[in-house]
């Protein structure tokens, strides 16, 4: 184990190539993306996201996470593809002063709508199985598909934390409408606790997440300042999706659809709105509870 190659020197062009994964032209560029420390590490594994690189600090305790990591997810080719690094080039991996004892590069994985189709069918077909722990079985599945869509998101947090929030409602899948932030940016995977890579996502315009909603006869809900109904009265006991608008400037005009039914979270105070990532945590913990309303009381 001990024999995986040293890169000693921050300017080494293996330590530089990933560093520039911090940034999202490089990450385009290549792509690939970072991930880090062990606990994401693995839950990209789980996932299925394909490792290129694994980058383990230079000391006893870095390298048994290692030995850890390797004897659970066995990689075909390790000596190739797992490198000890010195502290000095570590610090240049690293995100910003977080001491990290594995970093991971990793291929971005499809996000287009066709794929997405297929990994939210496997996602549905196992939600649907009573899940082995008895307390967590109503909880683990769904009585219909949910779908979070969120239209313009532009700050990597809130993405984060809205995937996390999604993971933990039983949501089918999220759909991206023309994002502004990069999913893969550092900090969205780490807001995400590895829920990036667990729930089935998919990236396109708005125009092609509002047809692929309408082809799969799902009724959709948009999260407005000025909704009529309050989100706690809607029925979410059908196929639908959950829209959340851009942070600043709300949802493009084509969510106004008449089709499409408005929503609202009611607000005591002098500001109008929520975070976007807590209107999300709201509105599908209620459609949640809605669901495992239903199940509880539908014949076995």
């Not at 490089?26 to 299925?48: P, V």
């Not at 933990?168 to 999913?183: E, F, H, K, Q």
């Not at 799969?216 to 000025?226: C, L």
């Not at 008449?258 to 945590?281: E, F, Q, R, Y």
Request: hydrophobic share 40%; aromatic share 6%.
């Amino acid at each position: 184990m001990d024999s995986f190659f040293l890169l000693a020197s921050p300017q080494n062009p293996r330590i530089k190539s990933a560093a520039a994964l911090r940034d999202a032209k490089s990450r385009r560029q290549q792509g690939l993306f970072l991930i880090d420390g062990i606990g994401l590490i693995e839950r990209a594994l789980q996932g299925g996201i394909s490792l290129e690189q694994l980058f383990v600090r230079d000391d006893a305790d870095s390298m048994a996470q290692l030995r850890s990591l390797l004897a659970n997810y066995p990689l075909n080719d390790a000596q190739s593809c797992c490198f000890r690094v010195a502290p000095a080039a570590m610090e240049k991996l690293q995100y910003g002063q977080r001491d990290l004892e594995l970093i991971a590069v990793a291929k971005v994985p499809k996000t287009d709508l066709d794929g997405f189709s297929e990994r939210v069918q496997t996602r549905w077909s196992h939600s649907k199985r009573p899940n082995s722990e008895p307390q967590r079985e109503v909880a683990s599945r769904r009585s219909h598909p949910c779908y979070l869509v969120l239209d313009r998101i532009e700050k990597p947090g809130n993405l984060g934390a809205a995937l996390r929030t999604a993971d933990g409602a039983g949501v089918t899948g999220v759909l991206l409408a023309d994002p502004i932030c990069d999913a893969w940016n550092p900090n969205a995977v780490r807001a995400s606790l590895g829920a990036l890579f667990t729930v089935p996502i998919a990236i396109a315009t708005e125009a092609a997440v509002q047809a692929w909603l309408a082809k799969s006869n799902i009724q959709i809900f948009a999260a407005r300042v000025e909704g009529s109904k309050c989100y706690t009265a809607a029925n979410y006991q059908q196929p639908h999706a959950i829209v959340i608008g851009n942070e600043a400037e709300g949802l493009q005009h084509r969510w106004l659809d008449p089709s499409i039914k408005p929503i609202a979270i009611p607000m005591s105070g002098v500001v109008d709105s929520l975070n976007a990532s807590v209107s999300t945590a709201v509105v599908l913990y209620e459609s949640k509870r809605q669901n495992e309303m239903l199940i509880a009381t539908s014949p076995r």
